[in-house]
């Protein structure tokens, strides 16, 4: 099991379905998704592979954690939707070259190391196939990522992290020598619970990001317990509930045509 495969990434797919139907409407106002071949890279557990494929598209959704596509497979069964499933990392999916007439992926790729990434998907576009895909906007406060820099400081060894993706700088720069046309839009999520203990819920026991993170606190494990609810704490309206926003990014390019 990935960590991916830990907590219950459902409950996140759920509460972030949104952003990959928006992905989805970005990709379909640029090219048509009728008939078109469309590989949704990092799935998850599908939404955005199945928004796809709800429009008439032919779509293969990849990801490297069984778990997450078995999930995505039962989704689609239930839906009556037709989409081809593989378990395989995003930047190394073994599809054909130019396979794609587009390639979606929300909150997915961006966890994937950025050069082997982009060098995936440029093989796997045709020539003026279209990418679209989300990244998380880093603002301060947000308490889901707050809590685990000030707790654990950064991540060790890492030569990237996911929400670079939401900087145009680093977003251009990437995606420039195998894409033009490029456009960034950013737009915002809404978390909402119903009270702190459901959002504490979330942290510890459904988000895998979150349940890895803990797993790997160490002895440090309560006092990130106790950070994540004192930043969910402040986000708490006079009736209890705790909502708070999260910007996020948008972006589509072409692939270069030669």
């Known amino acids: 099991m990935t960590g991916w ?20 409407d970005a990709v379909a106002q640029r090219h048509p998704l009728e008939g078109a071949a469309v590989v949704d890279l990092a799935c998850g557990t599908g939404t955005a592979a199945l928004a796809a494929a709800a429009r008439g598209a032919k779509v293969t959704g990849v990801d490297l954690t069984p778990e997450l596509v078995a999930a995505a497979a039962e ?26 007439d587009v390639v979606v992926s929300s909150m997915g790729l961006i966890f994937a190391e950025p050069t082997a990434q982009v060098a995936e998907l440029a093989r796997l576009l045709k020539p003026g196939g279209l990418l679209g895909f989300s990244a998380w906007l880093r603002v301060i406060p947000n308490p889901l990522i707050d809590p685990i820099a000030t707790v654990l400081g950064p991540p060790v060894g890492s030569a990237f992290s996911p929400d670079e993706w939401g900087q145009t700088a680093t977003a251009l720069a990437r995606l420039w020598g195998a894409f033009t046309d490029i456009r960034i839009t950013t737009a915002s999520h809404r978390w909402q619970f119903a009270s702190v203990p459901d959002a504490l819920g979330f942290v510890v026991d459904k988000s895998p990001m979150h349940v890895s993170a803990l797993a790997g606190a ?6 990130l317990i106790e950070a994540f609810e004192a930043a969910l704490a402040a986000h708490a309206g006079a009736d209890g509930r705790v909502a708070f926003d999260a910007p996020y990014r948008v972006i589509t390019a072409q692939r270069r045509l030669a």
């Open 218 to 223: 160490g002895g440090k494990r309560a006092e």
């Open 75 to 100: 989704k689609a069964w239930a839906s009556g939707l037709a989409v081809a499933w593989e378990v395989a990392d995003a930047t190394d999916t073994g599809l054909g070259d130019g396979s794609a």
């Open 5 to 24: 495969g830990s907590g219950d990434y459902e409950a996140v797919a759920r509460r972030i379905a949104g952003i990959a139907e928006h992905v989805v």
